[in-house]
């Protein structure tokens, strides 16, 4: 549908704050290089303060990077007033026209375009069928629902073809339920529409379901980017591994080595490991151990001491002490499995293959 | 680590829209020439003689016993006004929002004081006073038999201006008790706390910079007031009277510009606390919303004393405003009560009534529309945009509202009648009817400028960063989506604008030509001559039109105002 897909490239881009108590400088986006293919969909995720968001406010054009310049299809855009840019921007309070119907709000930008009045019709009718809002045109926006005027800002950005969507947050307004249904919604109409999409969430669950490839920030700068499963499985730091699902970090040294295996010492026990070929015997190394990797046992690889358990319905939930590690474990499907409770002696029990060495 | 990229990229999108840059220099010469630059002139007036630069001017009006005389005189009644009217506003806001009001008669006393401050000409209420209490006043002399009151002077200000300020600080303390939690109260009354112990430890210490900054607005505006002391005054001279007797009277233009700086900075160093310091500190008390309705108080021992001293506050002010159409409408004042319309009739037959309120009305109505559409621009540069000559904007906007209107009439005689430094540059303005809509905009402009700010900060950014976003211009994003979503604010600041504009006096009454016939002159100069019937003959006019415009504006608001639609999400 869209005109023409662009791609979005960020060259080095920082962009300075001052704090306003103690009037010091300081980089809320520190020399990030991104590259965004062409109809892709990419996700910007960090806490809050990570720079995400200045990030996406940059490529809209909202605020002016103080070092590097940005890219839209190739042509920099760094001196481009947002109204002058090819992109459109989903924000997170919808930012709806209150005084207009959902027609002259979808139909806002493309009326700005002195398009014909039946071109803007038609185009309008069929994004808001596409958004599953046709017949609603006359409503007003706080006729609607959360969802709703989700949908038509969804709607009112797609309208216009632009060549890059940016979404801020928008999923952030709604319940937990509509949350989810939405962002497949997202998904399905992007790949539909075929428009290249940068999204920027606090959500980690959001990010890994939409995303063909996800941007960890952390303090300004990139942590990490891949896809989903990259990231997830290889994180590159405790932060990254922390920030995307739980993990827990057990940290030893490398006792010895074989090749890519080797076996490191956790609060005394030896523990086997792969793909350690970077490291050298007696470096420190750390575990990443997500909670679903692992179960309680009678023998396993180390021996821990229960001190929560807990029923979740789907799973139970374990905290165990390895020595003087804090070990969070959640073993799916109890249902007939054995229960180790509180107090109990126990082994936490996992593949090497499933452990990821930092 | 410099910011100098994002300066100058900002400084390239910011040239990249040339309407909103022509806008901003239109603004900053018209604020610059029309508020700075008559108070500049001022300064330089009172500054440089012939011998140099020096304090000569200000020597010669110290020595002054009667300017001497005036500077305590204005302070004396600004002081006390100030505390009476905060004292009152309080109780009156206290009654509305904490004590429960058994009956309608009550709640529709309450509702005529909103509108009070926004109907009333100035004088109104002096003009009542001399009626009902003066040498030949209805109480005075046919009720009481005394023959030699003497309403003029310190009190007959002080009380009338007390009437006429008091709304406003109900209106300001209203907003805040509203904003305390009863929750805070509550846990107070939990602990053992009496009522009254309540009201003296937590209550009244939440409210207290609140109650400061009602008493410095009412100060300011009590000292910058002309109207009053000019009719009721008598004798006694305020600042504001003294200076305008030193220029029409003795000629002094150097020794007038001078006792309009000691005004204009008296004025301002009340209005620098009252706003950087007072106002900031009073809503940071109070920033949270009350979590739920309150539980009005139900206790006769409260509420009858209250809703007693209430009324009877009440009924005297209604009093005194119905008795202005009273007044024009007695025979012969202090001797024949006989109903007629002969002072309405002369009004119009002998005194061009009609030219007196074309001339008004249309100068008026020119100025409003031209104040409401630049406070809402100005509003939205301040909150919405960023840029360098924003803070001068909007300093110089609110400076206005410290200006009082006598100063900023000294200001434009001194620095148009001969041009602007007295080049003959924009003389041809002088003694004109545009000079005259320009001073009706200058006055109007800060609290249409406020309004428009409260109206804009609570529209979210992005509403209109959105429109931006899908390609609209700053004008298109004025036009389409702010203008639209502050309707109501526009709409009330063109009414206010007009209702200000037709009851000023302070500054128009110096600048006025001849060729012009204000209302609101007429009504000085007919009351200063003792012609009470024909002064409130055009007064009750006078509120008649304010009034109709305050209703038509409720009702075009009711009607055509869509903001109430989205709002209350």
């Given amino acids: 549908m869209a005109k023409e897909k662009k791609g979005v490239r960020l060259e080095h881009i920082s962009k300075i704050y001052q704090d306003p108590k103690t009037k010091k400088n300081f980089y809320a986006v520190k020399d990030t290089s991104l590259d965004i293919e062409p109809g892709s969909f990419v996700t910007l995720l960090g806490p809050s303060g990570c720079g995400k968001t200045t990030t996406l406010r940059m490529i809209a054009g909202f605020e002016s990077p103080d070092e590097g310049e940005i890219y839209l299809g190739g042509e920099p855009i760094n001196a481009l007033t947002p109204n002058k840019r090819d992109t459109a921007m989903v924000f997170q309070s919808y930012a709806l026209l209150p005084h207009y119907n959902i027609f002259d709000n979808v139909a806002y930008g493309l009326k700005l375009r002195k398009m014909d009045k039946e071109t803007i019709k038609t185009k309008v009718t069929n994004i808001l069928k596409l958004v599953g809002l046709e017949g609603m045109e006359a409503r007003m926006t706080n006729q609607l629902s959360g969802g709703q005027q989700q949908r038509v800002a969804l709607a009112r950005a797609l309208v216009l073809e632009p060549g890059v969507l940016l979404f801020d947050e928008p999923l952030s307004n709604l319940d937990a339920k509509l949350r989810v249904s939405m962002r497949t919604e997202i998904r399905r109409i992007q790949q539909e529409a075929g428009i290249t999409a940068v999204y920027v969430t606090h959500d980690q669950s959001e990010a890994m379901a939409i995303s063909d490839k996800i941007i960890i920030m952390e ?74 990797s692992a179960v309680l046992a009678d023998a396993g690889q180390l021996p821990c001491r229960v001190i929560l358990s807990c029923f979740m319905g789907s799973y139970q939930n374990y905290h165990v002490m390895v020595g003087d590690n804090l070990v969070k474990i959640t073993d799916f499907n109890p249902k007939n499995k054995k229960i180790y409770d509180v107090g109990d002696k126990a082994y936490v029990k996992f593949d090497p293959a499933n452990v990821h060495v930092l | 680590m410099a910011k100098n990229q994002s300066a100058s990229l900002d400084r390239k999108k910011f040239f990249a829209d040339p309407i909103m840059v022509t ?251 009252q706003k950087y310091y007072l106002e900031a500190k009073s809503t940071a008390t109070l920033s949270g919303k009350a979590s739920r309705q309150r539980m009005l108080i139900e206790d006769r021992s409260v509420t009858v004393p209250l809703t007693i001293l209430c009324s009877l506050l009440a009924l005297f002010v209604v009093m005194m405003y119905i008795c202005v159409p009273f007044g024009a409408m007695f025979k012969t004042w202090g001797y024949d009560f006989h109903l007629t319309t002969k002072w309405f009739q002369q009004v119009f037959t002998k005194y061009k009534g009609f030219k007196a309120f074309k001339d008004s009305f249309v100068l008026s109505l020119i100025a409003s529309p031209i104040t409401a559409l630049l406070s809402m621009i100005i509003s939205y540069l301040v909150v919405k945009r960023k840029f360098k000559a924003k803070g001068f904007i909007e300093a110089v906007s609110m400076l206005a509202m410290a200006v009082p209107g006598t100063v900023l009439g000294i200001g434009y005689i001194r620095g148009f009648s001969a041009g602007v430094f007295r080049t003959g540059f924009l003389q041809g303005l002088y003694g004109t009817g545009a000079i005259l809509v320009i001073v009706f905009i200058v006055r109007s402009l800060p609290t249409g400028t406020r309004s428009g700010i409260s109206a804009l900060r609570q529209i979210d950014k992005s509403i209109e960063e959105s429109a931006y976003d899908m390609g609209a211009d700053s004008l298109t994003v004025f036009m389409t989506v702010t203008l639209p979503l502050i309707k109501d604010s526009f709409l009330s600041g063109l009414v206010t604008a007009f209702v200000r504009s037709i009851t000023a006096i302070s500054a128009i009454i110096l600048l006025v030509t001849p060729q012009y016939l204000l209302i609101t002159v007429q009504i000085n100069e007919f009351a200063e001559k003792g012609a009470y019937g024909i002064a409130c003959a055009f007064a009750s006019i006078l509120i008649i039109i304010t009034y109709s415009a305050v209703l038509l504006m409720n009702l075009v608001i009711k009607y055509f105002g869509t903001s109430r639609n989205y709002r209350e999400e």
């Fill in chain 2, 23 to 273: 806008t901003i220099v239109v603004l900053i010469a018209f604020l610059t020439l029309f508020i700075l630059y008559p108070l500049a002139i001022l300064l330089v007036d009172s500054f440089v003689t012939d011998q140099g630069i020096g304090l000569s001017v200000f020597r010669r009006i110290m020595k002054m016993s009667n300017f001497r005389r005036a500077i305590s005189n204005t302070l004396k009644v600004g002081f006390l006004v100030g505390i009476a009217s905060a004292l009152i506003g309080l109780l009156f806001a206290y009654v509305e929002v904490y004590v429960k009001l058994k009956t309608r008669f009550m709640e529709g006393l309450f509702k005529v004081f909103y509108m009070l401050p926004i109907v009333s000409p100035p004088f109104v209420l002096s003009l009542s006073m001399i009626i009902l209490f003066g040498k030949a006043g209805i109480i005075t002399r046919f009720l009481l038999h005394i023959y030699d009151n003497n309403v003029y002077g310190f009190w007959g200000i002080a009380i009338v201006q007390t009437l006429t300020f008091f709304p406003v600080c109900y209106m300001m303390m209203r907003g805040l008790l509203k904003n305390i939690d009863p929750s805070l109260e509550e846990a107070a009354r939990d602990m053992g706390a009496t009522r009254w112990k309540v009201f003296m430890t937590v209550t009244l210490p939440l409210i207290l910079p609140g109650l400061g900054n009602a008493f410095l607005v009412t100060f300011i505006e009590s000292i910058a007031d002309f109207a009053n002391p000019m009719i009721i005054g008598g004798s006694y001279d305020t600042l504001a009277t003294t200076i305008y007797l030193q220029i029409t009277g003795a000629y002094d233009k150097e020794g007038a510009s001078a006792m309009a700086v000691v005004l204009l900075g008296i004025t301002l160093l009340m209005f620098i606390v």
């Fill in chain 1, 219 to 292: 303090k300004g700068i990139v942590a990490q980017m891949g896809s989903p499963q990259e990231i997830y499985y290889h994180p590159k730091s405790e932060f990254v591994a922390d920030f995307i699902g739980e993990a827990n970090f057990l940290k030893g040294p490398l006792k010895s080595k074989n090749g890519s295996d080797g076996v490191v010492d956790i609060s005394g026990t030896k523990v086997d490991v792969k793909e350690i070929s970077h490291f050298g015997i007696g470096d420190t190394c750390t575990l990443v151990l997500r909670p679903e």
